[in-house]
């Protein structure tokens, strides 16, 4: 690999941890920084296009030259990778990057392999607010003596600011923190150019980014991290380095609770006593298949707060329901006060008519009183009328004549004349004195 040799080696076994921080800090990386700055042939992923003249992109592992397919395939894992590593906050869970690591440098951590490649320590030396530094022994393959990793503790300063200062309470946030989010960063090739790019998809890349696709040395992406970092962030679990990592918590907890930031960082390395406790601590083996129960835990948690919030989600749907009911629920009320109204004033209406209708009839019913008093009246009258002219005719029949003639003929009979014009009494006059038809006719032939 060309990298190695064109870096100066930097002699670091001999230096104190301060020195080491400050040759990395003065040398080691600003060197890194001009090589990536000069390789043309990383390709960002954004500027992947039709135009792209793949053949200067040199060849892959076969030797064969990369096409249009390849980077097709490229940036559906770039994709995948953004799926399942990708959360709202930046870091990685220890389980998840134990879990989905490579094999091979889970192998090469726990310095269970036979090459020449495996690691044996990894020293934690400075913690500069939230970020710790490991000092790590290169294997015996490398050039190098040490790298340096660096872990940025997602979860510290929220911890911080929510902690009660008492021991049980920072036992357990630094538990917390440790199995937590972490950012993270190491100086060798292997993360440069394996991983940096698959942890900057993830998000959980700390510091310098990479956005040119491993496309020679990790095509197919897989993994989360070097060896380095798989074994720093192991060694993190332990309880004896969160015991001294406690103490720098708290004093921390104290210059904020006092507001004074810089009293927080004044103490960035550890003390010789802290040095011999931690190097006490003995885990340092990567156990993935207890990282990946605890990964698939902590994806049925998740998976239940995403659950909550279908249930949050159903709640507001139904809250909004109600409300809608409510207000329906005016405005009908609304629509039938108006309705009621309507029907009152209707009723009052009705009422009025009601009496108007009981006065007419009683109108009517004096009026046909009235008529009917008339009519009888009439009828007698009419009656009487009748009466008078059938007696009129009756008389005329009788006698043919006037009955100033009838008068005259029966004038010897005078206390017997009729007074009055009654049929019954001209029909007995008639018999007492015998006049019959022949008579009648004898009057009206003179
Ligand atoms: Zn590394």
């Known amino acids: ?148 990793v660096r872990l940025k503790l997602e979860g510290w300063n929220d911890s911080l600011e929510q902690s009660t200062g008492t021991k049980p309470d920072s036992v357990k946030r630094l538990k917390d923190i440790a199995r937590g989010y972490l950012s993270i960063d190491c100086d060798c090739k292997d993360y440069q150019f394996r991983y940096r790019y698959i942890a900057t998809v993830g998000k959980f890349n700390y510091k310098t980014r990479e956005t040119a696709y491993p496309k020679t040395t990790n095509p197919d992406g897989i993994g989360t991290a070097c060896k380095h970092i798989l074994k720093s962030a192991e060694k993190l679990q332990s309880p004896t380095i969160q015991a001294v990592l406690i103490k720098k918590f708290l004093e921390q907890r104290e210059a904020i609770g006092f507001g004074d930031d810089k009293t927080r960082n004044s103490n960035t390395y550890f003390s010789d006593d802290d040095k011999d406790t931690m190097k006490k601590a003995r885990r340092d083996k990567i156990d993935v298949e207890q990282a990946k129960k605890e990964l698939e835990l902590y994806h049925k948690a998740t998976k239940t707060i995403k659950y909550d919030h279908n249930l949050q989600k159903d709640l507001n749907k139904k809250k909004r329901k109600i409300k809608e009911g409510e207000a329906q629920n005016k405005k009908d009320a609304a629509k039938n006060k108006k309705d009621a109204d309507k029907n009152k004033a209707t009723a009052k209406k009705n009422k009025v008519t009601a009496k108007e209708d009981k006065t007419t009839i009683k109108k009517l019913e004096a009026a046909l009183k009235i008529l009917t008093a008339k009519a009888k009246k009439a009828e007698a009258k009419a009656d009487k009328v009748e009466v008078k002219i059938a007696q009129k005719r009756a008389a005329t029949e009788l006698t043919g004549d006037s009955l100033e003639l009838m008068k005259y003929r029966f004038s010897t009979h005078k206390d017997t004349y009729p007074k009055q014009n009654n049929k019954e009494l001209i029909k007995s006059f008639m018999k007492k004195f015998n006049v019959t038809k022949a008579i009648t006719l004898q009057v009206s032939e003179k």
């Open 1 to 148: 690999m060309p990298l190695a040799e064109d870096l100066k080696r930097v002699e670091t076994a001999n230096l104190s941890d301060k020195k080491l921080i400050s040759a990395f800090k003065n040398i080691i990386r600003p060197q890194k920084y001009q090589k990536r700055k000069k390789a043309k042939r990383a390709v960002p992923t954004g500027s992947l296009k039709q135009s792209l003249d793949f053949l200067k992109l040199g060849t892959k592992y076969d030797g064969t030259p990369f096409d249009k397919a390849d980077f097709k395939n490229f940036d559906e894992i770039r994709i995948k990778h953004k799926a399942e590593f990708n959360s709202i906050r930046a870091g990685i869970r220890y389980a998840h990057l134990m879990s989905k690591a490579n094999t091979l440098r889970i192998k090469r951590a726990n310095n269970q392999v036979s090459d020449g490649r495996g690691i044996t320590l990894t020293r934690l030396i400075r913690i500069e607010n939230d970020v710790l530094s490991f000092r790590v022994k290169a294997s015996s393959r490398s050039v190098h003596q040490e790298h340096l």
